[in-house]
């Protein structure tokens, strides 16, 4: 149970040294909507989104190569009974992304988005949270840096997601330890979970945040002691986004227990994401919310697999597509009331 903080160092110093926004591509961003041929504001929550694109791509907001990057991993609390599903049947969907059977195939499809499925050692579960910590801190760092790497195809929009069985205990057990409460204001449905084994799903994550007790003040012991190799891959992808200029579409309850991590460590550390939608799972909205986020949908989705995300990216798209390619009032010489 001993710390010694030294793999997280890497991790510390890119959350210290996270580039900032760029003032001048807002700017530019803003002064080219006040030109397109529309009345000011009326495109709404799309003007935001394209002012958004430009200030942490650096430029003229664009989306040419899109990526929604899901992540698998396996978990030893699921010993528990915490799924309506064996966790066999993770390995299976991603047996099933791969052969574009999955709902993010489609999504996917429909958008043009390209899609990466990364198998994180799915035959090694984490250890079970209620007994020893998931994961050590190499391991938990070495994860996180993985996430980072997806960086390497040079998507200009990135979109983040999972599939883990177990993996909305742990994400419930993450937002408890960060932002209070007990297993029973976190924990729901999930896989499907309803009356008694919904509550023995809130006791276990209660029996994790018990045997860690102390010892979670800290937002990486957090992550190492009660997450999963997908979360840790997910903020990992999210930091290393960052410090490439490509922003980043969060997926739903699972996919924002890895982004409160680095909230927690630093709040402006997700400045370069957007909440793609609201899940239907309990605690979502409320996690949203303890952060200052606002999510773009409210579909009544709790899939994951970064379906919310995919559809959310869909929309950016739209807006990248709208800013750069109307008309101005000059080139359309119609008059802008002036």
Partial sequence: MSTTGLPFDDIRDLVRSMPGPDGAAVHAARHREEELTKPAGSLGRLEELAQWLA?????????????????AGNH?????????????????????FAAGGAAINQICAAYDLSL????????????DFTEDAAMDERTCAATMAFGMEVLMDKPDLLCIGEMGIGNTTVAAAIFAALFGGTGADWAGA???????????????????????KGHLSDPLEVLRRLGGREIAAMAGAILGARHQNVPVIVDG???????????????????????????????HMKALEAMGKVPLLALGMRLGEGTGAAL???????????????????????????
């Fill in 55 to 71: 200030a942490w791509q650096g430029g003229a907001p664009h989306v040419d190569r899109p990526l929604v990057a899901v992540f």
């Fill in 253 to 283: 309850f699972v996919a924002t227990a890895a982004a409160a991590i680095l909230h927690k460590l630093d709040p402006r550390a997700l400045d370069h994401c957007l909440f793609g939608h609201v899940s239907a799972e309990q605690g």
């Fill in 312 to 338: 959310a990216a869909g929309i950016v798209k739209a807006a990248a597509r709208c800013h750069r390619d109307m008309a101005t009032f000059a080139e359309a010489a119609v008059s802008n009331g002036d």
């Fill in 190 to 212: 999930g896989t499907g979970m309803a009356g008694e084994a919904l509550g023995r799903k809130a006791a276990v994550v209660d029996w994790g945040l018990a045997f860690h």
């Fill in 116 to 127: 990466k499925v990364y198998d994180l050692a799915l035959e090694i579960p984490t250890e």
């Fill in 76 to 96: 030893g609390v699921t010993r528990k009974g915490v799924s309506a599903f064996p966790p066999e049947v993770t390995a299976q969907m991603v047996a099933n």
